[in-house]
């Protein structure tokens, strides 16, 4: 069983800036996909960091403005996301895996193995 805990949502204003953090035990020994879901709309992949050799993958969406990162001596995993837009706004997810393949594929509950339980991020002026 991984617990996974997600924190550092909140509000800010178009053009702001968060950082998003994901903390479990032995996460370093996992891949970690952040997803986000939107209201009315499905979950979607954002990004992920593999365990092995700290590859990152980056949707379309977010490349250039959000940056994933991990300390495995924390037991950390980061989203830092700058330049933020009103279409940022979601409950993001960080999820655990063995890898990142397809992972912006594997959006479902049984997609990646563990999952958080979210942490809201409202981009509004």
């Known amino acids: 069983q991984l617990q996974l805990v997600e924190s550092g949502g909140g509000s800010v204003q178009p053009g702001g800036s968060l950082r998003l953090s994901c903390a479990a035990s032995r996460l370093a020994y996992y891949a970690i996909g952040w997803f986000r879901q939107a209201p009315g709309k499905e979950r979607e992949g954002v990004s992920c960091?593999?365990?092995?050799?700290?590859?990152?993958y980056y949707a379309d969406s977010v490349k250039g403005r959000f940056t994933i990162s991990r300390d495995n001596a924390k037991n950390t995993v980061y989203l830092q996301m700058n330049s933020l837009k009103p279409e940022d706004t979601a409950v993001y997810y960080c999820?655990?895996?063995?890898?990142?393949?397809?992972?912006?594929?594997?959006?479902?509950?049984?997609?990646?193995?563990?999952w958080g339980e979210g942490t809201l991020v409202t981009v509004s002026s």
């Open positions: 999820a655990a895996d063995a890898s990142c393949r397809d992972y912006e594929r594997r959006t479902g509950y049984y997609g990646m193995d563990w």
């Open positions: 960091i593999s365990s092995t050799d700290g590859n990152t």
